[in-house]
Every structure is written in structure tokens, then in C-alpha cells.
């Protein structure tokens, strides 16, 4: 039985102060699974981004815990939270965010120089991130001679380049068409299965969110409701 690997508690998230404040998101518990992809959907300003960036350690919670394998993110300090992120937490976003000088394989690297990992163990984690996406034919490239598609399995390389324990992806497919997005999707989950990795995929589409094991939607900062695989996947299929 797969163990607890993040732990919501009593998770209040409130931006602003006095008549002005905003409650952005309210979760009195919530459980994730090691391992679990699960997805996270709901209309724009329901809570999906604060979520995670709380989960990523960008931001703190106003009041309650986030617990990741264990660990309080509330109680790191900043250097501890940079530390984590760097070495535990992979993050997919939806604009690429890939540097335009760089070559494929350098923005791969770059997680691995910024923790001040020598070259000769850069380069063969490089080459093993670019292969497990398919795009070692692609590393001496820049991202203006790629497609959306290959950009963003460059930046999916890049956040599993660090072999993080936690994937959250934020609109991974949202600048994608139909196909690619799907090639994107499928990639995301066979690489969660063969690893185990624990996956948190945050979408307003459905087809993206049938993804996942699970299915949760966020309105108004409170989860309204938790569909299982069985229950959502005829709607990818169809």
C-alpha cells in the first residue's frame, strides 16, 4: 500500500489585508499518495496555481502545514525551501520558460550547474533526461529552431534531470495543440509509471486531467469534488 507523500493540513492561503483580503485557498486536509498522478482542474481563480506553488515551496501558507515526504515546508527557511526545490521538485510550465541562447541540452543542464554539479556529471544526466524524452537528436539545438512540442519535452527533461521525488506541471499542453498535448500528457504518465514518480498536474481541460489517477476540482480555494480514474478516463478515450 503506497505510503502518504504530501500532506495538506488545515491549509489556509489569504492574500491581502483588512476589508481587501482574499481567500484563495482553504483546505482543511488533503492527502496525495507516493507515486499517484493526480490532477487538479477548476475554472481560472479557483485556487489551481496557489496550490501549487505552496506544493512547490514558492509560497507559504497563511496559516496550516504542507508536508512533502515528511517534511514541513513551513518550517524551511528560504535557503532550505531553494535547496529542496533544486534537488527534490521538477516543474513543467505552460511558456517553456527555456533560456533562448542556450542549445537543448545546456537549458537541461541548467538545475544541475546552478547546484554547482561538475561537468563530467552533468553531461551523462543530461544525455539520460534527453533520452528518456526522445530528444537526444535535438540537444545541440536552441529553441527557436524547435516546435512547441520539442521545447516542451526539452523543458519535461530539464525538471526530470534532477531525478526529483514530486512533478508538478502547470498547463504543460496549454500552448500545444490537440496532439502534441496528448504526446505531452502521455509522456508526462508513462514516466511517473516507470519511475514512480508523484505527479500533480494542474489544467482547466478535462481531456488533460483524465490523465491522472485522480481528478480533483478546486472552486472558490475548496476542493468540491474527487473523481477516480474509472470514472473520468472514457472521457480522454472518446
Known amino acids: 500500500m503506497p505510503s502518504v507523500f504530501i500532506q495538506l493540513d488545515r491549509v489556509l492561503k489569504e492574500f491581502g489585508s483588512g ?4 481567500r484563495a485557498l482553504d483546505i482543511p486536509s488533503l492527502a496525495i499518495l507516493r507515486g499517484e498522478f493526480v490532477a487538479i ?70 538545475p544541475l550547474r546552478a547546484g554547482g554539479s561538475p561537468r ?12 528518456l524524452v526522445g530528444m537526444q537528436h535535438r540537444a545541440s539545438h536552441r529553441p527557436s529552431e524547435l516546435s512547441g512540442g520539442e521545447m516542451q519535452r526539452i523543458a519535461i527533461a530539464r525538471a526530470l534531470v534532477v531525478d526529483p521525488i514530486l512533478l508538478l506541471a502547470d498547463e504543460p499542453t496549454g500552448n500545444l495543440d490537440s496532439k502534441m498535448g496528448q504526446d505531452i500528457l502521455e509522456l508526462i504518465k508513462t514516466t511517473s509509471e516507470r519511475s514512480g514518480l508523484t505527479v500533480v498536474l494542474v489544467t482547466h481541460d478535462l481531456r488533460a486531467a483524465a490523465y491522472g489517477e485522480r481528478l480533483l476540482a478546486l472552486r472558490d480555494g475548496r476542493v468540491v469534488d474527487e473523481v477516480s480514474t474509472d470514472a473520468h478516463r472514457i472521457a480522454r478515450d472518446t
Open 19 to 22: 476589508a481587501g483580503r482574499v
Open 41 to 110: 482542474t477548476g475554472p481560472s481563480g479557483s485556487g489551481k496555481s496557489t496550490l501549487l506553488n505552496l506544493l512547490a515551496g514558492l509560497d507559504t501558507p497563511t496559516s496550516g502545514d504542507v508536508l512533502v515526504d515528511g517534511r514541513s515546508l513551513s518550517a524551511m527557511s528560504d535557503d532550505e525551501l531553494t535547496i529542496f526545490r533544486r534537488r527534490h521538485v521538477g516543474i513543467v510550465f505552460q511558456l517553456f520558460n527555456l533560456l533562448p541562447s542556450l542549445t537543448a541540452a545546456e537549458n537541461v543542464g541548467l
Open 120 to 131: 563530467r556529471a552533468v553531461v551523462p544526466r543530461v544525455d539520460r533526461a534527453l533520452d
